[in-house]
T-cell receptor
Framework: DAGITQSPRHKVTETGTPVTLRCHQT?????MYWYRQDPGHGLRLIHY???????DKGEVSDGYSVSRSKTEDFLLTLESATSSQTSVYFC??????????????FGEGSRLTVL | GEDVEQSLFLSVREGDSSVINCTYT??????LYWYKQEPGAGLQLLTY?????DMKQDQRLTVLLNKKDKHLSLRIADTQTGDSAIYFC??????????FGKGTRLHILP
């Protein structure tokens, strides 16, 4: 087990409020990813990180920011949540690192509802 | 067009083979992957293939890659009820972005 925890697992919030989702890993993997999953869209990459303080944008980064101040934590922030950000958010870590980054292990997901 | 494309649904009789297809547009993809998602769970890596390979077999799973046509397939032999899930095709770029298709929902008929 790669030891990845997402929190909170469920959250209901109101439009315009800030929300932070946390992804925590215990095994010092370098690469971490945030995805959102929506019906009809599959899994879309929001942001990813390839090291402490090293992050890059994915396909759907607008409205989201991330931070990685230490190896084990990758935070996803919605500065002002909108209803279009209602989704299930998955964090993933790359088990193989730079050689085969797509060998991902996923967290259990965080279901966010924005009213 | 979409970067990674898959058909959305597939129905197969128990015991038959399932073939799930995927096409992609970016020829610089280094690795290609198949993931499985069961209800209420995160994705689980099933298998992957390096872009210079044509085929990879792992027990009941066979992956075929046609690099010229940018076509990837996953064959599941002797499909069982436990194979019912959503299957995602994904690709990795040299910049370490991992891009997923929309997923194919596999339904097993008795």
């Amino acid at each position: 087990d790669a030891g990845i925890t997402q929190s909170p697992r469920h959250k209901v919030t109101e439009t315009g409020t800030p929300v932070t989702l946390r992804c925590h890993q215990t095994e010092n993997h370098r690469y971490m990813y945030w995805y959102r999953q929506d019906p009809g869209h599959g899994l879309r990459l929001i942001h990813y990180s390839y090291g402490v303080k090293d992050t890059d944008k994915g396909e759907v980064s607008d409205g989201y920011s991330v931070s990685r101040s230490k190896t084990e934590d990758f935070l996803l922030t919605l500065e002002s949540a909108t209803s279009s950000q209602t989704s299930v958010y998955f964090c993933a870590i790359s088990l193989a690192g730079g050689k085969n980054t797509g060998e991902l292990f996923f967290g259990e997901g965080s279901r966010l509802t924005v009213l | 067009g979409e970067d990674v494309e898959q058909s959305l649904f597939l129905s197969v009789r128990e015991g038959d083979s399932s073939v799930i297809n995927c096409t992609y547009t970016d020829s610089s993809s280094t690795y290609l992957y198949w993931y499985k998602q069961e209800p209420g769970a995160g994705l689980q890596l099933l298998t992957y293939i390096f872009s210079n390979m044509d085929m990879k077999q792992d027990q009941r799973l066979t992956v075929l890659l046609n690099k010229k046509d940018k076509h990837l397939s996953l064959r599941i032999a002797d499909t069982q009820t436990g194979d019912s899930a959503i299957y995602f095709c994904a690709r990795a770029n040299r910049d370490d972005k991992i891009i997923f298709g929309k997923g194919t929902r596999l339904h097993i008929l008795p």
